[in-house]
């Protein structure tokens, strides 16, 4: 074999960090190493797989073409590895998940996982759809958790649960003592949401559908407890995840509003590269999430 699994994973780490110097950080190796890695790894066959512009790397037409296969190939190493540790249930585990199911569902959903597989070592990463799209796209990540449905040819997208959206005001707003909200009541209000990018943004714009360009968007918020804490202020009212208010309506200091002739539902989904290696610890995620 004319390459090594060493140096085909100094493929990968350089290709995400777009740079040598984090990528042997990454890998606990010296920069000269994994400078050695890839320059023996492209001498070897030929090829050049990056563009160097400076102290930055990035992968070139010839480097994108690999970088699914190779990182298939990493992927069935570990799990030989495992299985050859007789570590075959799970291993190690980059799961990403969006701000509304990491902080409410994901958290949750690892701290029982890990109770019953005890030598499972899982890293969580919460951004937005948008981000954990891209992180799942580059291979950083085993799978991901989103709220939205991406279109991309280089996704595997699979259905997990059903999720309702929220609307919510503070008590003393003057919506607070409608029974429902009319379509003018929406046009009215001054809405505080999630940002572009986002898949709660994403469904609040589909329920929207007709008249969303005309609706008062005063604020676009990062984070869920930004919006809450926005809204308790007074500012307008919101659209969440139902599972981001349950402790707020509990208290009081935000309460429900109904708005019956738009549809509030959404669901959850799965995202997998489709030249990902769906390992044994992929599959027990996966299976655990939908008993859970």
């Known amino acids: ?27 606990a190796m010296s920069q000269s190493a994994a400078s050695t890695a890839l320059m023996e790894l492209e ?40 299985t050859l540790s007789l570590d075959v249930e799970v291993g190690d585990l980059k799961v990403g998940a969006t701000l509304t199911i990491g902080n409410y569902l994901a958290i949750g959903i690892m701290a029982r996982f890990m109770q019953e597989h005890v030598d499972a070592k899982i890293e969580l990463t ?14 950083e990540l085993d799978i991901g958790l989103i709220e939205g449905e991406p279109q991309d040819p280089d996704l595997d997208v699979s259905y997990w649960r ?8 503070a008590p003393n707003h003057p919506y607070a003592g409608k029974s429902e909200l009319s379509e003018q009541d929406l046009l009215d209000a001054q809405w505080i949401v999630r940002e572009q990018g986002s898949g709660t943004r994403q469904a609040f714009d589909r329920a929207m559908t007709g008249i969303l360009s005309n ?61 990902k290696f ?15």
């Open 1 to 27: 074999m004319k390459f090594t699994l060493k140096q085909m994973q100094v493929f990968l780490a350089v290709a995400a960090h777009e740079n040598v110097s984090h990528a042997a950080h990454e890998l």
């Open 126 to 139: 919460v951004e937005n759809t948008a981000a954990i799209v891209q992180k799942v796209k580059k291979f």
């Open 162 to 169: 059903e999720d309702e959206l929220a609307l919510f005001c």
């Open 43 to 82: 001498h070897r066959f030929k090829v050049s797989l990056f563009d160097r512009i400076g102290k930055r790397v990035q992968l070139n037409g010839h480097g994108q073409l690999i970088r699914p296969k190779v990182a298939a190939l990493i992927s069935r190493a570990v799990e030989l590895e495992n």
């Open 215 to 275: 609706l008062d968007l005063r604020l676009e918020l990062q984070h869920t407890e930004g919006i809450k804490r926005s809204v308790e202020a007074g500012l307008g009212i919101g659209c969440l995840s139902k599972i981001t208010l349950v402790d707020a309506f509990k208290r009081g200091s935000l309460v429900p509003l109904n708005a019956p002739r738009r549809n509030w539902t959404r669901k959850f989904y799965f995202i997998l590269h489709k030249q």
């Open 278 to 292: 769906l390992s044994n610890g992929v599959r027990s995620w996966i299976t655990y999430c939908r008993e859970t």
